[in-house]
Each structure stands twice: as structure tokens, then as C-alpha cells.
């Protein structure tokens, strides 16, 4: 590997306390308060939409027989007023045809009367579930426009996250540029083996990397390692960072 320096040791400290930054970026990005507002919501929505479907389908069978009804009303009122027409015109003669005509006349209008009162069964009994159906289609507006509120608001908050992700990208470009790239490479290995630490400080005797305590010998040894010697933590592998001894 290229010789090093302390200050290429150093550059690789700062790059590692960008990549935890960096790191600390992509959980905050990924935990969001915004997102589990937007769960909860579409969890609220899908329960919202299986009511609606219910109350539809109850109201959709009233609509439909008090459609028939009408239908049935109208045809009735219909045919009534063509046998009055015919009845009363003066086209009819014989006695016996104008007394069934006016038989018929009478039981379209007790059929007609008897519709009328089922109508009004049907517009009574669908009062109240269409009342239900605008009652949860509300619910949904309001729904949706909460979820647009909380979309908006994660939106600025990602914004946010992404700005600070290219800052602490352009540092740690900028960082690394310090560094040979073979150790950077090796670096990377570290730090994607070791949860996210390849690089660490000897703090007194204790590696800042694990928090274990390095033995007095390897403490010795590192002691009379040359300025910009690549050293390892022998408790845990990370590259070891021992220039305040």
C-alpha cells in the first residue's frame, strides 16, 4: 500500500464521521414521522373504502327496487290514462267493452295507488343510507386531503434530507480525496463488515470502534509504530487510528 501520512489517517476519520452522518441520513429519510402518518392513513382509507362498498351496496338494492317501482308506477299511470283516453273519446260504444275498460281503470288505479305507497316505503327506508353513503364519502374527503397535507409535508421534509445528504456527499468526496484509494477501498470492506466502522481513534487505551481496551503490549507496540503505520485494532479488525500516544 502507498505510505501514509497522519494526515491521510486522519482525512479517512473524517470520511468515516461523514458516512455515519450519512448513514444516521438514510434511517432519518427512511423513518420519517410523515410515513407512518401516510401508513396509518392508507390504513384508514382501505377500511373507509370497505364501509363505502357495504353502504353502497345496501343503499344500490333500496335504489333499485324503488326504481322498479317507479317503473312499475309509470306503466301502470300510463296505461291508465291511454284507457280513459280511449274510454272517454266517444270511440267505444258497446256497453259490455266500456264497463271492462272502466274495470281496468279501476284496478290500474288501486295498483297505481298501492305503488305510490311502496315508493314512499323505498324513498323512506333509502333516506337514511344515502344519508350513511354521503356520511362516509365525506369521511373520505377529509381523509384525502389529510394525506395530501401529510404528503406535502414529507415532501419538504425529504427535500430536506436529500440537501443535507449532497452536502455531506460533496464533503465526503472532498474527504476522500485525502485518502489512497486502496485504503479507501479497504476502508469500505470494514466498515460493510463491521456495521458501519472501518476506521476508529485510540482513545487512551481503549479503541473507540468496539469501546474494548487493547492490551499494554499492543499498546507498547503501537507506541513505537512509525508516524503514518496502518495498525489494526487486534480486538475487533478496524483500522486503528493511534497518533495521541
Known sequence: MTTLTEANLE?????????????RCRVRHASLPERAELAAIDSQLVALEQRLAAAQAERDV???RQALLEHNLAVAESRAADIKKRLYGGTVSATRELQA???????????????????????????PLDASVDNIVGEKSSLLAARATVGERLAVREAEVAAETDALNSARAQAAANVPEELVVAYD???????????????????????????ATEIDHL?????????YCEQCGRILVATHL
Open 11 to 23: 482525512a479517512l476519520l473524517r470520511v468515516q464521521a461523514l458516512d455515519t452522518d450519512l448513514d
Open 62 to 64: 333500496v335504489a333499485d
Open 101 to 127: 275498460m272502466a274495470a281496468e281503470v279501476d284496478s290500474l288505479t288501486d295498483r297505481a295507488s298501492e305503488l305510490e305507497s311502496r315508493v314512499l316505503e323505498a324513498m323512506d327506508e333509502r333516506e
Open 189 to 215: 470492506r470494514l466498515r460493510l463488515r463491521l456495521g458501519g466502522v472501518g476506521i476508529a481513534r485510540l482513545v487512551g487505551s481503549r479503541c473507540d470502534g468496539c469501546h474494548l481496551t487493547l492490551a
Open 223 to 231: 507506541r513505537h509504530q512509525p508516524s503514518g503505520t496502518l495498525n
